[in-house]
C-alpha cells in the first residue's frame, strides 16, 4: 500500500505550520520555477500568495490549455441510492436522516439512463450511498452490464471495494473511480465519522492504491474542504495525487474541490460549525491554480455545488471536468421530486446555459472522449 503508506507518514501539524509560516519570497521562489515541490505547493496556498492570485490565475490558465487544449469534459451524476449504513454528520444520506429511502430498480436506472442521454450526456458517474449489503457487487454488476452500451465513460463513486472487485468491475466497462478521502486527518474522520464502516479511516485511505493495483483508468481523489483544516487537506491531496502519478502511472488522477454545503436532515446533521475550516470563493481560486501550477498532468473537476458564477470563472483556469444539471437523489432525471437532495446545488442551469457559458469561454465541450466500451475491442 505504497500510497496510503506516504500519506500516513505526513506530520499533519508540522504542514499547518509551514503552511503559514510561507512569505511572499517563498511565493516568488515558487512561481519562477518550471516544476515545483509539496513546499512551493504550500507557499501558493499559504495566505502569503493571496495578493499573488491574478499571476497565478495566469499561470493555470495557459498551463491548463497547453495540456488539455480548449476543452471541458462534461459529465452527469447518476443517484442510484440513497440508502446509507454509516453516520456522516454532515450529509443528507446520514443513516439516522428520517428520509425516503429509495434504490433504483434496473428498469428504473434504464429510464435513468435514457433522460440522461436526452440531455446529451454519455459520460456518466453512478453515485450510492455506503450500503454493502443492499447495494453492493451484485447490484453494480447489474447495473452496468444494463446500462454500458448507453455510456461512454463510466465512473463510480460509491464505498471503497476491495482488489478484486475493482478488477471485476472493469471488465464489465467500469472505467473511473472516485474515492474521495473527506479529510486526512484521523482526528477530524472519527469526529464526522461516528458509525459504520466509513469509520475505518485506513480501508479509505488505502483504496487507491487497490483502485491502482486493479488498472482502474482514473483515479478521483479530493478532501471534503471545510472539515478539517483545509489548506492541511490539500497540500495532503495534492501529495496524494503526486504519489498515486508515480506509482501507479497507468491510471488518470483526478482531484476535485467539494466544499460543504448546507443539508436537510435532523438537528444533529445541522449541528456543526460549517464556516469554521471554509475556504471563501477567492481561496478556492487560489486553491485550483496552486493545483494546476503544482500538477500539470491532472484533471481538476468542479461540480454544481458552486456558483455559476464562479464555475464560469474557473473553467479558464485550471478546471477541466464539470457535472451540469445535477439531481442529488435517486430518480431525479426521469422523475424530479421532492425527495432530499444529498446536499443543496448552487449551479442550477440547464445543460445549455451551461454549455453556452463554456463556448462563451472560448472552450469547446466534449460529451465523448473515449469509444464507447462495446467498440473498444473492435478497433485495435
Ligand atoms: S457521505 Fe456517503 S457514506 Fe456518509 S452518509 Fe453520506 S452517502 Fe453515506
Keep these: 500500500m505504497k500510497v496510503a503508506q506516504t500519506l500516513l507518514q505526513q506530520d499533519l501539524s508540522h504542514i499547518a505550520l509551514s503552511v503559514n509560516s510561507k512569505t511572499a519570497r517563498d511565493v516568488e ?32 490558465h495557459t498551463l491548463t490549455r497547453q495540456r488539455f487544449g480548449n476543452t471541458m469534459q462534461l459529465f452527469v451524476p447518476l443517484y442510484l441510492s440513497n440508502l446509507c449504513a454509516n ?13 425516503k429511502r429509495t434504490t433504483l430498480s434496473i428498469n428504473e436506472t434504464l429510464e435513468e439512463i435514457n433522460a440522461i442521454n436526452t440531455m446529451g450526456f454519455s459520460q456518466v458517474l453512478l453515485v450510492t450511498g455506503e450500503h454493502e449489503s443492499k447495494v453492493g457487487m451484485h447490484y453494480f454488476e447489474q447495473v452496468i452490464d444494463a446500462i454500458r452500451d448507453n455510456v461512454s465513460y463510466l465512473m463510480m463513486e460509491v464505498q471503497p471495494l476491495d482488489c478484486t472487485e475493482y478488477e471485476k468491475l472493469k471488465t464489465l466497462g467500469l472505467d473511473a473511480v472516485l474515492v474521495y478521502q473527506e479529510t486526512y486527518s484521523p482526528s477530524y474522520y472519527s469526529n ?87 475556504p471563501n470563493e477567492r481561496q478556492l481560486l487560489q486553491l485550483i491554480c496552486a493545483h494546476r501550477i503544482y500538477n500539470p498532468y491532472a484533471e481538476l473537476t468542479l461540480s454544481t455545488r458552486e456558483s455559476a458564477k464562479f464555475r ?47 463556448h462563451a469561454n472560448g472552450l469547446d465541450t466534449i460529451w465523448q472522449d473515449w469509444l464507447p466500451f462495446q467498440l473498444r475491442d473492435k478497433s485495435v
Aim: glycine share 8%.
Design 29 to 60: 521562489v515558487a512561481l519562477s520555477k518550471s516544476v515545483l515541490n509539496l513546499d512551493d505547493f504550500m507557499a501558493l496556498i499559504s495566505p502569503a500568495a493571496t495578493p499573488y492570485l491574478e499571476n497565478m490565475a495566469t499561470r493555470a
Design 87 to 99: 453516520e456522516c454528520t454532515y450529509c443528507g444520506f446520514t443513516m439516522s436522516n428520517k428520509i
Design 192 to 278: 464526522y465519522h461516528t458509525r459504520g464502516k466509513k469509520q475505518d479511516f485506513m480501508w479509505r485511505l488505502e483504496a487507491s492504491d487497490r483502485l491502482g493495483q486493479a488498472g482502474i483508468d482514473k483515479i478521483g481523489i479530493g478532501a471534503l474542504l471545510g472539515l478539517g483544516n483545509w489548506r492541511v487537506d490539500s497540500v495532503m491531496t495534492a501529495l496524494h495525487a503526486q504519489t498515486i502519478q508515480q506509482h501507479y502511472w497507468q491510471s488518470r488522477v483526478s482531484i476535485a474541490f467539494p466544499r460543504l454545503r448546507r443539508c436537510e436532515g435532523n438537528s444533529e446533521v445541522g449541528s456543526i460549525d460549517r464556516n469554521l475550516n471554509l
Design 312 to 358: 464560469d470563472g474557473a473553467m479558464t483556469l485550471g478546471i477541466t471536468s464539470m457535472s451540469a444539471a445535477s439531481q442529488t437523489q435517486p430518480g431525479g432525471y426521469s422523475k424530479p421530486t421532492q425527495a432530499l437532495n444529498q446536499f443543496d446545488i448552487d449551479d442550477n442551469r440547464t445543460v445549455s446555459e451551461v454549455v453556452n457559458a463554456i
